[in-house]
């Protein structure tokens, strides 16, 4: 199982970002997707997650009604939709798999990790 995050760059405040996590080796179906977000010398931050079937989606305190999730597993890819980003969004993205997407979110609970994306929003 291999996940590859894409979509990040550098974007202005307020600006907006859409990531991809793309997931191949098994079905995607079979997965709940989470995306977590790091800054050097602090631990992993939990941003989002959907359940396999789309019907259960979680989020951050800190990005609700900023941020979507969606999956389109035809495509086996999940989204991450970020508008009206702030500075404190700047970190590297990651995308994970586990089979289940609860309210806590652990890092240490994802089986399976991508390479990661950098957002990085200036003020």
């Known amino acids: 199982v291999q996940l590859q995050a894409s979509g990040g760059g550098l974007v202005q405040v307020g600006g907006s970002l859409t990531l991809s996590c793309t997931f191949s080796?098994?079905?995607?179906?079979?997965?709940?997707i989470g995306w977590f977000r790091q800054v050097p010398g602090k631990e992993r931050e939990p941003v989002s997650c959907?359940?396999?079937?789309?019907?259960?989606?979680i989020y951050a305190d800190s990005v609700k009604g900023r941020f979507t999730i969606s999956r389109d597993n035809f495509k086996n890819t999940v989204y991450l939709q970020m508008n009206n980003l702030r500075p404190e969004d700047t970190a590297r993205y990651y995308c994970?798999?586990?089979?289940?997407?609860?309210?806590?979110?652990?890092?240490?609970?994802?089986?399976?990790w991508g390479q990661g994306t950098q957002v990085t929003v200036s003020s």
């Open positions: 994970a798999g586990d089979l289940m997407c609860v309210a806590q979110m652990r890092a240490d609970e994802y089986e399976y």
């Open positions: 080796g098994s079905p995607l179906d079979y997965y709940a």
């Open positions: 959907i359940s396999n079937s789309g019907g259960t989606k």
